[in-house]
T-cell receptor, first 111, second 114 residues
Framework: DAKTTQPTSMDCAEGRAANLPCNHS???????VYWYRQIHSQGPQYIIH???NNETNEMASLIITEDRKSSTLILPHATLRDTAVYYC????????????FGTGTRLTVIP | DGGITQSPKYLFRKEGQNVTLSCEQN?????MYWYRQDPGQGLRLIYY???????QKGDIAEGYSVSREKKESFPLTVTSAQKNPTAFYLC?????????????FGDGTRLSIL
């Protein structure tokens, strides 16, 4: 199973872009990269996912390197409500499509 | 609104007691999942179901049981055999078979021992 490595914690000033890195050097060619976030005492919230092309939606952008061994989640204008734990996940290839959650990056947005 | 509803939000269990956590979804998803989260940790898979009347064990199924009698519902029973049940329990659902579709989560049930 492909695993991911993320920094334990990061800070970001309010209004600035938050760039969250993730390493997934053992990713397979047909595995997607997913990003979720979890605010304290709530369920994880899906943010974005991609295979090899960069992706953007209303919440964030996902930049995947050409060799697919790492990616970066970008929150373009961080707000205090973006303070959360962010999980980078490579989808495990099983019949259930279950996700392997590591310990994530705790992002703190500072006023 | 479409989504996943977990109840209750908080639950207390006495020694030797079985308790059941509810999970209902109106997203018309085929697959449903139960995860456990301990403080400061990631999620671990307990059970999952790809279709009605079928389910499989995840990584930490011992001491838990599930049923899937309806597409919308996937209740989890924490039995007395689970010796360390205090945790945050999360239910999720997704479209089955479409490998790149995300899972959607409920807001969880926090279980504690009295």
């Amino acid at each position: 199973d492909a695993k991911t490595t993320q920094p334990t914690s990061m800070d970001c000033a309010e209004g600035r872009a938050a760039n969250l890195p993730c390493n997934h050097s053992t990713i397979s060619g047909n595995e997607y990269v997913y990003w979720y976030r979890q605010i304290h005492s709530q369920g994880p919230q899906y943010i974005i996912h991609g295979l090899k092309n960069n992706e953007t939606n209303e919440m964030a952008s996902l930049i995947i390197t050409e060799d697919r061994k790492s990616s970066t989640l970008i929150l373009p204008h961080a707000t205090l409500r973006d303070t959360a734990v962010y999980y980078c996940i490579v989808r495990v290839e099983t019949g259930a499509n279950n996700l392997f959650f590591g310990t994530g990056t705790r992002l703190t947005v500072i006023p | 609104d479409g989504g996943i509803t977990q109840s209750p939000k908080y639950l207390f269990r006495k020694e030797g007691q079985n308790v059941t956590l509810s999970c209902e979804q109106n997203l018309n998803h085929d697959a449903m999942y139960w995860y456990r989260q301990d403080p400061g940790q990631g999620l671990r898979l307990i059970y999952y179901s790809q279709i009605v009347n079928d389910f499989q064990k995840g990584d930490i199924a011992e001491g838990y049981s599930v049923s899937r009698e309806k597409k919308e519902s996937f209740p989890l029973t924490v039995t007395s055999a689970q010796k360390n049940p205090t945790a945050f329990y999360l239910c999720a659902s997704s479209t089955y078979g479409a490998g790149n579709q995300p899972q959607h989560f409920g807001d969880g049930t926090r279980l504690s021992i009295l």
